[in-house]
């Protein structure tokens, strides 16, 4: 369009483009800002595709999501071998289903995967156990925790099998239409 | 990307249908890249989201939506009306002093800003050139634009509608919906801290059970909470017809003094304030009344006092502008001063411009002072936090009164996109400074929904119900596109007249005698749309049926595979047992068979659901 940059071919900005819900300039925003989190690491220039992970620390030191309780599992549920090291393409597939143009099939998807600490298809018992200390900080009794896993389970369980699928999670968002909304990071 | 590695997650981001819109998809991204306007509200509301959360949020959002409305109506109104007047324009002979932005008499009077400048001739540079007639133009601009105003407010509203699945069900426990409740656009540590804080009271109050309590009242209780209730009520309803009639004597007061005393001076401009400002009073004022009744009467949920609070405060700003609307035309159109429409254009301007006033006061008083008496004299009260409602309902009263306006002064969105976009700062600095994140549930979906709705119905439908009344009114003789006429819209019928003479136009003729003057088709065509929606309905309630039976259906088809399975269990260990003996065994595993052909049958059903 004008501006010249070497960072990307022009295929590859297009290939990004489709497979992601960005422009061409919110692309290389966020390659500078991946850059920005280990200049010695990554190259400023990605014509040839270069083999690039950043460890989970400098991506869970991002302010974006350095303040979040399920940072981990984001960065877990994204990453290609599920241990939190992204690559260029991992964080760009990120901050796209985190975007507020993803649809809510796609966040519904990777939402019940990042609640899903076990990688079990299923949330169970103790996942949601772990979801319900994240979100309060560990500071309800156990007693109180095991209660409300059990009231959970009992609203939204709606095949009855004891624990959580992906299509009882879908219809909890039915019930909770600020979803979309709330499953949003602004990069 | 590219690798077939990671297949899962890059084949839902790219998946085919999506493909099939890249070409769109790369067009709209270019355009968006020129606007960097965009890239700086951004910015912005990245940090309010950050330390306030998606409820807050919306405010800004909302906010900038109308100002997109707002340039949008300047831009066409600018080169359509005003540019050609520009060139047809009559010398000002009036001296420009100070206090004409503040009352837009005096030397605005004979300017482009209000409808009685433009002038009714068919402008043209050259003799015999292309000719340009300001009286259809005037027409058609401010006709276009609230027919595209209207859809894209149809589109929004219904897609609201769509996304957001309302449901009467209002009242549930937070349990219901824990994995949909954190809020991902929090990023700063104390609002975190805030939030998790709300998550654990909502647990702890879920698990009380307070709101399912069954309130077992006494017969003489509930007469009492009735009574609480009706006058309360009554209550809102009689502030709100007495600010009404104080409204009207007021400007019918405010007439008697502009018609008599045609005098410029300092005293009589000032004058001409006294309306605004008490209107502007009572809108500030009354709805603190409001929220002090919703206290008092004690509520099942907080949800609803929400609501009833806002519906009173919208009663009351609909019955002042209402009342403003009755008072400009049919006292104001139909008394002896020269430019009706003038008159009520410079009304509008000056009700725009102190409301303005009063929300950036409210600002400095409601959140800045309060923070100041919050945090120093009275440190209970701690710091405010953003009342989103009644700052939603003043961006709808204040959009309201520029679509009544438009007519009146064409370049009114002008003043007020310049004005959303100072309210937009000013509140971004007083939140950042002064508020704190918000302490209640706000359901920020179902909220935002039915602010949409506010704005369409009172609002939008409300101004164009008043236009197809003013189109009919006589304009004056004097000033203005359309003076000479019996009604506005009369210059269509005269263009209609014009255009019966040209072959070439024939159909636009007959299009406007037979379609859009003819009351028989208008007939048809609301008995067409009543059936649709008639037959939408129904078929809404068949879903509803099919939806439960659907429900019941998985559950027990859980239970039949359960038991199958077990059947199915029990069967393989006695065919394993050897001392079986032999026929048996063939009658076992022909059960088996039966049973595995019933269980495929269940898996093909389920996948047919």
Redesign the interface.
Known sequence: MGNKQTIFTPEQLDAYQDCTFFTRKEILRLFYRYRDLAPQLVPPDYTDKPDVTLPYQLIGSMPELKDNPFRQRIAEVFSENGDGNMTLDDFLDMFSVLSEMAPRDLKAYYAFKIYDFNNDDYICKSDLEKTVNKLTRNELTPEEVRLVCEKVIYEADVDNDGKLSLEDFQHMIIRAPDFLSTFHIRI | ??KE??SH??Q???CPQ??QR?SF??FG??L??YFHLLQLS?KI??II??KFG?SV??YFIFLKWLLAFNIFSFVINFSFITVPQFVAAEPNNLSFTGLELFTGAGYFQETVLYYGFYSNATISKTEKGPSYNMQLAYFFTVGIYFVICFLILLFSMAKSFC?????PQIV??I???????????????KA??LK?KN??MQ??E??AEVNQEVLNFSATERVVHIVIHLVCWVASLGTAVAACAGVYFLSINNLKVFVKEHKNDLKSQAAMLVLPIIASLLNAFIPFFYSWLGHLERFQTPGYQIYVTIARNTILKISIVGILCYYWLNIVAASESQCWETLVGQDIYRLVLVDFIFCLLGSFFGEFLRRIIGTTVCVNLGLPEFDIGRNVLDLIYAQTLTWIGILFSPLLPGIQMISFSIIFYVKKVSLMMNCQPPRKVW????MATSFMLLLFFPSFLGVLSLFSHTFRLKPSEECGPFRGLSSMYDAVSEWMKILENYTASKWVVWIYHNLITSEFFFFILSVIVLIITYLYWQITEGRKTVTKFL?KQ??N???EKRFLLEKLWVLQRRNQNPSAPRGQGQQVSLIVQVLLFQLNAWYDFMGFL
Do not use: P
Request: aromatic share 4%.
């Open positions: 990307i590219a590695s990671r997650s890059s839902l981001s790219c999506c493909l890249t998809r790369r991204n270019s968006s890249e951004h509301l990245k989201g950050a998606t949020l919306s996304r957001n699945f309302i449901n549930s426990g349990a219901s919906k824990l994995l949909c409740v954190w809020d991902f656009n929090i990023t700063n540590e975190v801290k998790q998550i654990i647990i702890k879920d698990l359901r920020t979906a179902q429900k998985i559950i088809g859980v239970k």
